[in-house]
């Protein structure tokens, strides 16, 4: 782990301006029973506090139990669906630096050890100096002192922790949604599949054969590229269904859709319900922007 330490220096180093506006630390608190769906937009890294959740991601990882002192990573652009099994604490950490510059000199060491990983949103015991600079910033966050540059150091202090605390197969596991052979094609269709209307369209952006297209996305997302899109777009009016007070033809026009036959044909078929009855299931759920108020109002 020393080669891997010494480069994670070095990244900061270099990457100073790059991290002091992209570090962000949150607090949430959410009750026994509540349910969450939701997609991140940024990578995260959590830890459980306190509590126990269930979690679902990207229809592709489930683990019926995540409890208290466990850490594991969320990529940006993931769906997941939570379910609060006891009243939880969690301290969120954005991992921008992870998934972007930092990755091909920082993850790719651990690329070797994937094969031997059978990944399940893997986690890993947050351990004591973890647990100790965490609550050294919950307490700037409760005291309004947290600001970029201190955001920063401790920011670096936790991954430099991590890289320092755990053996290579231990961070491989921990790591497995970044330490990808086609970082840069992973980025590539999180950025542009909302942008097409086929998988042709993707195909033709991308630059490269038909062929390697497919053979790539299989290996990074696991499945063909077709379901996934289908999923990507079930996923999102899954979303939408859960805004408070959405109507059908609300949720027709934001979803894109041409006509009421067409989209209730196709909730039908993919959902399993009418959009009508989507909805109705859909409300008690909380969205991303509503836990983030919640939890923001909270601090």
């Known amino acids: 782990m020393k080669e891997i330490l010494k480069d994670f220096s070095r990244i900061y180093r270099l990457q100073d301006e790059f991290l002091m ?33 269930s979690m679902m991601c990207n229809h592709l990882w489930m683990r019926e139990s995540i409890k208290e002192g466990e850490m594991f990573l969320l990529l940006e652009k993931s769906f997941v669906s939570i379910e609060v099994l006891e009243d939880t604490v969690a301290f969120l950490m954005r991992s921008d630096s992870l998934s972007k510059q ?9 690329l ?14 947050a351990c004591p100096q973890i647990m100790e600079i965490i609550t050294q910033i919950s307490s700037y966050l409760k005291s309004g002192i947290m600001n970029d540059s201190l ?3 401790k920011r670096m202090e936790l991954f430099f922790v991590l890289l320092s605390s755990y053996s290579g197969m231990e961070l ?15 980025h590539f269709i999180l950025c542009n599949y909302r942008n097409v209307k086929s998988v042709k369209e993707l195909i033709q952006m991308s630059d490269i054969s038909k062929s ?35 109507t059908v033809k609300q949720l027709i026009i934001e979803c894109d859709c041409c006509s009421f036959q067409q989209f209730n044909s196709f909730c039908k078929k993919h959902i399993g319900m009418s959009p009508r009855d989507l909805i109705k299931e859909k ?17």
């Open 21 to 53: 506006e992209k570090t962000d630390f949150l607090i949430v608190r959410q009750k026994k029973g509540e349910r969450l769906e939701m997609e991140i937009k940024n990578g995260i890294m959590a830890i459980i506090l306190t509590g126990e959740i």
């Open 151 to 153: 955001a920063f150091i």
């Open 283 to 299: 409300q008690g759920i909380i969205s991303l922007e509503a836990a983030l108020l919640r939890n923001k109002g909270r601090k």
């Open 112 to 125: 070797k050890l994937t094969p031997l990983i059978d990944y399940n949103l893997n986690s890993l015991p």
């Open 212 to 246: 390697l297209f497919y053979e790539k996305f299989k290996e990074e997302f696991h499945m063909p590229v077709k379901e996934w899109m289908l999923q990507k777009r079930v996923d999102m009016i899954l979303l939408k269904a859960a805004k408070p007070g959405i």
């Open 102 to 110: 930092g990755e091909a000199l920082m993850l790719n060491k651990l």
């Open 172 to 186: 491989a596991s921990l790591l497995y949604p970044l330490v990808s052979r086609f970082p840069k094609f992973r």
